[in-house]
């Protein structure tokens, strides 16, 4: 009945929320119940209307608080992306206080993959040529009529495989090249943004 009363009452012009026997401090709460009906209490928000919202009122009818919707899973989604993004913009300008200091690091961090790619073809070429002379060794064998011990075929068969894992390791070097060109570039481009708008 107290909830029913407050409405009735707001909704007589003229009439005061005051009352001579009105303590200090009362407030009043205005939430929308879940049939759509704008709702006056003493008491406070039911838990299960918290989330959608309210205002706390002074006996005078004035609003001293809103309390706004819990955001919704989208808008909490677009929230916490605009965080993240802002706390890589930080991450970015901390990382790098200059576009030179950026693209000192690119061409460093390319010239070690880049060094790297040159040591893996020198072993490849190594094992080219170790490859080579067990071979020729092999045949030597053959032009004997004896048959070519198993260890050699073996030798034969261990220098294959790692030219076969030395090619595959140049052809990673390649894609993280091209994947960290393609990243720098894009960190470049925001902090070329982030610096100007300083």
């Not at 076969?164 to 570039?185: D, N, P, T, V």
């Given at each position: 009945?107290?909830?029913?009363?407050?409405?009735?009452?707001?909704?007589?012009?003229?009439?005061?929320?005051?009352?001579?026997?009105?303590?200090?401090?009362?407030?009043?709460?205005?939430?929308?119940?879940?049939?759509?009906?704008?709702?006056?209490?003493?008491?406070?928000?039911?838990?299960?209307?918290?989330?959608?919202?309210?205002?706390?009122?002074?006996?005078?009818?004035?609003?001293?608080?809103?309390?706004?919707?819990?955001?919704?899973?989208?808008?909490?989604?677009?929230?916490?992306?605009?965080?993240?993004?802002?706390?890589?913009?930080?991450?970015?300008?901390?990382?790098?206080?200059s576009l030179e200091d950026?693209?000192?690091?690119?061409?460093?961090?390319?010239?070690?993959?880049?060094?790297?790619?040159?040591?893996?073809?020198?072993?490849?070429?190594?094992?080219?040529?170790?490859?080579?002379?067990?071979?020729?060794?092999?045949?030597?064998?053959?032009?004997?009529?004896?048959?070519?011990?198993?260890?050699l075929g073996g030798q034969?068969?261990?220098?294959?495989?790692?030219?076969?894992?030395?090619?595959?390791?140049?052809?990673?070097?390649?894609?993280?090249?091209?994947?960290?060109?393609?990243?720098?570039?894009?960190?470049?481009?925001?902090?070329?943004?982030?610096?100007?708008?300083?």
């Amino acid at each position: 009945m107290r909830r029913w009363l407050l409405v009735a009452v707001l909704a007589v012009p003229g009439w005061s929320l005051a009352a001579p026997g009105d303590a200090p401090g009362v407030r009043l709460y205005r939430y929308t119940d879940s049939r759509g009906v704008t709702v006056l209490d003493t008491q406070g928000v039911p838990p299960e209307y918290v989330s959608k919202g309210y205002q706390v009122l002074n006996t005078q009818g004035r609003v001293i608080q809103t309390v706004a919707p819990a955001p919704t899973a989208a808008e909490l989604q677009v929230r916490q992306a605009a965080q993240a993004k802002a706390q890589a913009d930080s991450e970015l300008l901390d990382r790098y206080p200059s576009l030179e200091d950026l693209d000192k690091e690119k061409t460093r961090r390319l010239a070690d993959l880049d060094n790297q790619a040159s040591l893996a073809r020198n072993r490849l070429q190594l094992l080219q040529q170790q490859q080579a002379s067990l071979q020729s060794q092999a045949a030597a064998i053959e032009r004997s009529n004896q048959p070519v011990p198993a260890a050699l075929g073996g030798q034969i068969d261990s220098v294959r495989r790692q030219q076969a894992e030395i090619g595959q390791q140049l052809a990673g070097f390649e894609q993280q090249k091209i994947s960290l060109a393609a990243s720098y570039e894009q960190q470049r481009a925001r902090l070329e943004t982030l610096l100007t708008n300083q």
